[in-house]
């Protein structure tokens, strides 16, 4: 069987946990950021993890993650 690949984009977009769940970084961070108050761009700073719901289609998109 040969080897799947995985998708790119979600590659780029997702990191696994150490109990082997996925987390991602959040939007709305990377330009026009003038606007935006400091106590915003700060919150938004952080990892989050993937919804519950959402973690198998992820796990599908990057198998080897």
Known sequence: MPKMKSNSGAAKRFSRTASGKFKHGQSHRSHILTKKS??????????????DSDQKAVARMVPYL
Do not use: D
């Open 38 to 51: 400091t106590k915003r761009k700060r919150q938004l700073r952080g990892m989050l993890a993937v919804h």
